[in-house]
């Protein structure tokens, strides 16, 4: 597969999205499947993948896309890029003057 360039990042022009591994296309598949499904992708050339700590949070818990794509991804890791994304709740964010260490939380756990 070609890559392309996203600021000093190559990656492949397909990304693969993964939140449908923990919530929101009707029934979530096993982690083996997810994990098997992942795995295929970057066999076939895919290097980028999306993730956001949110993703399963109804279902599972905080972080568990994140995490089930980390498994996956264990023996390659050196050779994909993850992007992943964060929600400030109203309560971290209301009066704050400084948002760095709300946004710190978030990073650190991701």
């Known amino acids: 597969m070609k890559t392309r360039k996203i600021g000093n990042l190559e990656v492949s022009p397909i990304g693969m999205g993964c ?3 923990s919530h929101g296309y ?4 096993d982690e083996s499947y997810a994990i098997e499904a992942i795995r295929k992708a970057y066999g076939l050339g895919c290097t980028f993948f999306d993730t956001a700590e949110v993703y399963g949070k109804e279902m599972f ?3 568990h896309n994140e995490q089930l794509l980390g498994k996956a991804v264990e023996p390659f890791r050196d050779k994909v890029i993850l992007a992943t994304k964060f929600h400030l709740g109203a309560e971290e964010a209301e009066g704050a003057a400084d948002l760095y260490n709300p946004i710190r939380r978030h990073l650190d756990a991701s």
Request: net charge neutral.
């Open 61 to 63: 818990y905080t972080g």
């Open 26 to 29: 009707g029934s979530v598949p």
């Open 19 to 21: 939140m449908g591994f």
